[in-house]
């Protein structure tokens, strides 16, 4: 069956039908397309096009359409344009001519609307779940090692010593934030459209606030043209996944290097690690490859609905069909990295004693002692001269810090230079166990 037709002389070919039908994706909103419509059959026995019975007879045949939809055996052989059309066509088996009062009043274009916006309502949802689950890992990880002493980098030389737990706490920051965005793609994606019509409004007087209310929504949209061409909402959620799966990109490259033989100071767990087929010895960081590799699928998903939005005239048009598979894959591949990352998190073991040696015998307590001398009198500009001088000269004999003047020791232990940076937000260990439990405590207060 067609929701459409009757201006038509002739059916559509088979290679259009084959070419332009969506089912095959579509259909996994099926749940939210059979909420608003259920919802959408109180709207019209409000306004007296359906009579309370009927209005109880579609909700049942709805509800046990739902529960077929469960089974693999409900989609087999359909052959219909889309998921509106395939839950008509098994309302009209199921009540006869009755199905055809359900579409009165409401256009697929808003239809769309309203399966996409309670559909990502309850992604987004689940996605913050998946990522507060990975900070929870990430906070365990820092408490695991809360004195331990790394090297912080620059250009991937080693810079200044840090804290484990600060580095943790920077990630965490940059997901916090990923946190807050996708809060902000809910509000706008949590807005009910029903009654736009395809593009001018309903010809029938739908008390939309109450249809909102009934569907969980905080509001209603404003403009039945904007509902009709708005795809803004799945953008938001799309920048939103890119740039948690940026930071997670980030995160794999540091511990793919961290982990390796040249820095050797972290240890993947076997159980998201892989060998090799040919060389015995390996220890692949296959998990972390993985995600960084699967960003760059979440980017091509949100320039994919760019590209094919940028040009587009109001209102619909059927290139905007192009949106969901792009859309559903994002959230796949942005949720199964953050589950990959919080399994990664829980089985990393840091070393310790291998990190603090690599500061120990490089020079990331340069800054400390031309600050020192800064703090003794000595112009900084002087003092950045003056240790400069003294790293190379002991490079070029190949000597390292500790081999320097006994009295210079205390100036030379990392330590002691993290106990001048009780700044807020530095990496003083003071300062460091305050962020990390106030982390905590943010991240209780983040969890849906």
Same mark, same amino acid.
């Given at each position: 069956?067609?929701?459409?037709?009757?201006?038509?002389?002739?059916?559509?070919?088979?290679?259009?039908?084959?070419?332009?039908?969506?089912?095959?994706?579509?259909?996994?909103?099926?749940?939210?397309?059979?909420?608003?419509?259920?919802?959408?059959?109180?709207?019209?026995?409000?306004?007296?096009?359906?009579?309370?019975?009927?209005?109880?007879?579609?909700?049942?045949?709805?509800?046990?359409?739902?529960?077929?939809?469960?089974?693999?055996?409900?989609?087999?052989?359909?052959?219909?344009?889309?998921?509106?059309?395939?839950?008509?066509?098994?309302?009209?088996?199921?009540?006869?001519?009755?199905?055809?009062?359900?579409?009165?009043?409401?256009?697929?274009?808003?239809?769309?609307s309203l399966d996409v916006r309670l559909w990502l309502r309850d992604q987004i949802i689940a996605?913050?779940?998946?990522?507060t689950a990975f900070l929870r890992a990430m906070l365990e990880l820092a408490a695991r090692y809360?004195?331990?002493?790394?090297?912080?980098?620059?250009?991937?030389?080693?810079?200044?010593?840090?804290?484990?737990?600060?580095?943790?706490?920077?990630?965490?920051?940059?997901?916090?934030?990923?946190?807050?965005?996708?809060?902000?793609?809910?509000?706008?994606?949590?807005?009910?459209?029903?009654?736009?019509?395809? /593009?001018?409004?309903?010809?029938?007087?739908?008390?939309?606030? %109450? $249809?909102?209310? &009934?569907?969980? #929504?905080?509001?209603?949209? =404003?403009?039945?043209?904007?509902?009709?061409?708005?795809?803004?909402?799945?953008?938001?959620?799309?920048?939103?996944?890119?740039?948690?799966?940026?930071?997670?990109?980030?995160?794999?490259?540091?511990?793919?290097?961290?982990?390796?033989?040249?820095?050797?100071?972290?240890?993947?767990?076997?159980?998201?690690?892989?060998?090799?087929?040919?060389?015995?010895?390996?220890?692949?960081?296959?998990?972390?490859?993985?995600?960084?590799?699967?960003?760059?699928?979440?980017?091509?998903?949100?320039?994919a609905l760019f590209l094919t939005m940028k040009g587009l005239p109001l209102t619909y048009n059927?290139?905007?069909?192009?949106?969901?598979?792009?859309?559903?894959?994002?959230?796949?591949?942005?949720?199964?990295? /953050?589950?990959?990352?919080?399994?990664?998190?829980?089985?990393? %073991? $840091?070393?310790? &004693?291998?990190? #603090?040696?690599?500061?120990? =015998?490089?020079?990331?307590?340069?800054?400390?002692?031309?600050?020192?001398?800064?703090?003794?009198?000595?112009?900084?500009?002087?003092?950045?001269?003056?240790?400069?001088?003294?790293?190379?000269?002991?490079?070029?004999?190949?000597?390292?810090?500790?081999?320097?003047?006994?009295?210079?020791?205390?100036?030379?232990?990392?330590?002691?230079?993290?106990?001048?940076?009780?700044?807020?937000?530095?990496?003083?260990?003071?300062?460091?166990?305050?962020?990390?439990?106030?982390?905590?405590?943010?991240?209780?207060?983040?969890?849906?």
């Amino acid at each position: 069956m067609k929701l459409w037709g009757g201006r038509f002389q002739k059916g559509p070919s088979e290679v259009f039908e084959r070419f332009s039908n969506s089912l095959a994706f579509d259909r996994r909103m099926i749940d939210a397309d059979i909420r608003g419509s259920i919802a959408f059959a109180g709207a019209l026995e409000r306004v007296g096009i359906l009579t309370a019975l009927e209005r109880g007879q579609l909700a049942e045949a709805f509800e046990k359409i739902l529960e077929d939809s469960r089974q693999p055996e409900f989609y087999a052989g359909a052959t219909d344009e889309d998921v509106h059309t395939l839950v008509i066509r098994k309302l009209k088996e199921a009540v006869g001519g009755l199905a055809d009062k359900i579409h009165t009043g409401r256009s697929r274009n808003e239809q769309v609307s309203l399966d996409v916006r309670l559909w990502l309502r309850d992604q987004i949802i689940a996605t913050r779940e998946d990522l507060t689950a990975f900070l929870r890992a990430m906070l365990e990880l820092a408490a695991r090692y809360r004195d331990a002493v790394i090297p912080g980098y620059t250009h991937t030389r080693r810079a200044q010593a840090v804290l484990w737990p600060h580095y943790i706490l920077a990630y965490f920051e940059m997901f916090a934030r990923d946190n807050e965005r996708l809060c902000e793609a809910y509000r706008r994606t949590n807005l009910m459209p029903l009654g736009s019509g395809a /593009l001018a409004g309903s010809g029938f007087p739908f008390d939309r606030e %109450t $249809l909102a209310r &009934e569907l969980g #929504f905080d509001g209603i949209t =404003r403009n039945s043209m904007d509902v009709s061409a708005d795809r803004d909402f799945m953008l938001d959620f799309l920048n939103a996944a890119s740039t948690i799966m940026l930071h997670l990109s980030r995160l794999a490259e540091d511990w793919i290097l961290y982990s390796s033989e040249e820095y050797g100071w972290l240890e993947l767990g076997d159980e998201v690690t892989s060998g090799s087929s040919l060389m015995p010895q390996k220890k692949n960081p296959d998990s972390l490859e993985l995600i960084r590799g699967k960003c760059g699928r979440v980017f091509g998903c949100q320039n994919a609905l760019f590209l094919t939005m940028k040009g587009l005239p109001l209102t619909y048009n059927r290139d905007m069909q192009e949106d969901k598979e792009k859309l559903f894959e994002a959230v796949d591949q942005t949720r199964a990295s /953050l589950e990959m990352a919080r399994v990664v998190a829980g089985a990393a %073991t $840091l070393k310790p &004693e291998v990190a #603090f040696a690599a500061c120990d =015998r490089s020079w990331v307590v340069a800054t400390d002692m031309a600050e020192a001398l800064a703090r003794s009198g000595t112009p900084f500009h002087q003092a950045h001269q003056i240790v400069g001088k003294l790293v190379l000269d002991s490079v070029t004999k190949g000597e390292k810090p500790k081999d320097l003047d006994p009295k210079l020791a205390r100036l030379l232990d990392p330590r002691e230079g993290m106990r001048t940076r009780e700044i807020f937000g530095g990496t003083g260990p003071e300062t460091v166990a305050l962020a990390l439990a106030e982390a905590e405590r943010r991240l209780t207060r983040m969890t849906p």
